[in-house]
């Protein structure tokens, strides 16, 4: 066979009829039929071929070649068939439905090669073998033309095409009919009667199949996609009232739980903890070469003993932890709800206003809604609004008093540039503590605190800031506000350690005992509370109340009894319900404050979260004192003092001491 495996077929034949060589060089595409056959002189092969509904055609064998399919002589091919050969007859005419081909019998599963007389493939005219002529001609189907294909079936004729009739050969020897492989295989051809009916349609390839079910996947993932992300949107959400919309009703809102800002009092079966079990516990930790020169003193709060004593009454720098005696004072000398005004008041005509100071330093200058890093704080734009309010718009000039303190704006022992890195000058009245970031309480802070307030107000007010004045007795007021109350002052002033806010603080004690709302008034009327209520004092020495100036001077041990009462139990000492709001504003280890950052070692990770305390640091000088549940549930009291060590060394002792007290059993 040729390598296109396409059988060649002779182009010697001539035209029946009229006896000359054809123009397309013999082949024909259609022969009339001819009225009498004789045997050729090579033997010819009548090969029933696939009765494509319009033609039976006689093949002359081809001859001999290297290249060309075999000629056998099947005079002489032995019979392997054990039915009788049928020779078709002519038939009369028959409709379209009697004449379909019957179904052929089942093959096998492997595919056999085409034989080389079956229906050839399309081929130019020089090629294509000679075929009966009809009364119209046929047109090749797809199927047809793709039956040279070796690998493709074997097509079967339309079922609506009308049969031609069949031309039987003349004298055909009495043999079966055979078929012929290329490879030169011979085997038997199944005769065919004319009657057989076409075979079921092909059902559709598997591949497009796949390629049907494939884009359909992938259209109902797009469309799933597509849905999904558009009931995603919150707006389709909400329209339908999906469980993830977000203006769905979650339920109601839970009820807040009621939080006591106090610590409560010791189980009545917790193990009392003893001297020997505390020095015990401390030994190690009290003994770091980082802390110095350490004093200080442990108590039960519950019996009032003195558990543990290093030179406790030793009078050493406290630094800020000066303002536990300071807020205890104003605790003492006040309600906790106290709040201080500041007001506006007409001046000495009626175009005037007077700022009448009143000693608060948290006054906001942010608009309503915003808070700065004072909780509560009045805003300086309500007092405005009240006062165009109350005059009718016809104040031009505005003034300011602070004369309800007196004295020096700084104390002595501060540094001179503590004023305004570490705290404000101090005057009655200040926007957001001096801070020039309302929300920063570690910012800078201004300068003139009270004449910046007095800018402000003019400013917003369409006046004229005036300078110093003093208010008129009994003047009209014009607008007023107020702090926050005593109690929430002294708990940020104690967290955040806030030196301004101490010393104002101080100075509302002054005041309240009647004494000069100066640095030194005020420290004497701190000292003075604290005595009059039974703690010694006598040789203790206050600055300020801040405790920023170095020449402070206090004892380790009044700092523990005075937090001891403040941790008492309840009912047992009527100074103990006034303290008690002072601890709730302990800097907590590892969690707010001045201690939020600490408590992050190994060998003090167990006081986070246990140890409340008030810290304080200067050159040379750290302190801590607070309170701290041990592990049976037994509030301890301690006050710790070192100087003459490293900042963050020392720190980092005080820690472990104050850690050891929450892991001991201390008996």
Known sequence: MPSNEQPEWPSEDTDAGSGESSADGGATAQLPVP???????????????????????FIPAAKPDAESTQVIDL????????????????????????????????????????????QPPQQSAESAPPRPQSAQPPQQSAQQQSAAEPSQPRPQPAPNHEPSQPVPPAAVPPVQPMRIEPSGEIHPAEATTGEEKPPAEPEAKPKRRRKGVLIGSIVALVLVVAVGAALATPYVSNRLGLPWAPNLPKGDSPQPVPVALSLKAPSASAPEPTSSGVSAALAGPAANAALGTLTGAVIDPA??????????????????????????????AMDPGTQLSTKVVQGSSP????????????????????????????????????VKQASGGAIKKVQIDTSIWSGAQTAPGWAPDDAPIYTAAMTPV?????????????????????????????????????????????????????????????????????????????????????????????????????????????????????????QNSVPAKLLAQVLAVAAGPDGKDPRTAKLRPMLAGLPVAGGSGTLADRYDAPNSRSGKGWVRAKTGTLSGVHTLAGVV???????????????????????????????????CGCR
């Open 430 to 550: 200040m926007l957001d503590g001096g801070l020039t970031d309302p929300t920063n309480d570690h910012s800078m802070r201004v300068a003139q605190p009270a004449n910046t307030v007095l800018q402000t107000f003019a400013q917003r007010l369409g006046a004229t800031a005036s300078g110093q004045a003093t208010a008129p007795q009994d003047a009209k007021v014009l607008g007023e506000v107020k702090s926050a109350p005593l109690s929430e002052l002294i708990a940020h002033a104690l967290e955040a350690s806030d030196n301004t806010l101490a010393d104002a603080i101080g100075r509302m004690t002054a005041i309240a005992t009647g004494a000069d709302a100066s640095f030194a008034g005020a420290a004497q009327a701190t000292l003075s509370v604290l005595s009059q209520n039974g703690f010694d004092v006598s040789q203790v020495k206050l600055s300020d109340n801040s405790g920023l100036s170095p």
């Open 75 to 118: 005079r002489q091919v032995p019979e392997q068939e054990t039915e009788p050969h049928r020779v078709p007859r002519p038939q009369p005419p028959q409709s379209a439905e009697s004449a379909q081909p019957r179904p052929q019998s089942a093959q096998p599963e492997h595919r056999p090669q085409q034989p080389v007389q079956q």
């Open 351 to 386: 175009d005037t206003a007077v700022i009448v100071a009143g000693g608060d330093i948290t006054l906001s200058s942010l608009p309503a809604g915003q808070q700065s890093v004072y909780a509560g704080a009045a805003h300086l734009d309500d007092l405005v609004a009240q």
């Open 35 to 57: 009225g009498k056959v004789s045997l050729p002189e090579s033997p010819t092969l009548f090969v029933p071929a696939e009765r494509d509904a319009e033609k039976t055609q």
């Open 629 to 663: 549940l041990d592990e049976d549930g037994r509030v301890l009291v301690f006050a710790l003092m070192s100087d003459g060590a490293d900042q963050d060394p020392a720190r980092a002792a005080l820690d472990v001491v104050a850690a050891s007290l929450r892991g």
């Open 303 to 332: 019996t009032g003993e003195l558990l543990w004593d290093r030179n406790s009454g030793q009078f050493r720098t406290p630094a800020s932890t000066t303002k536990l005696l300071t807020t205890s004072a104003a605790l003492l």
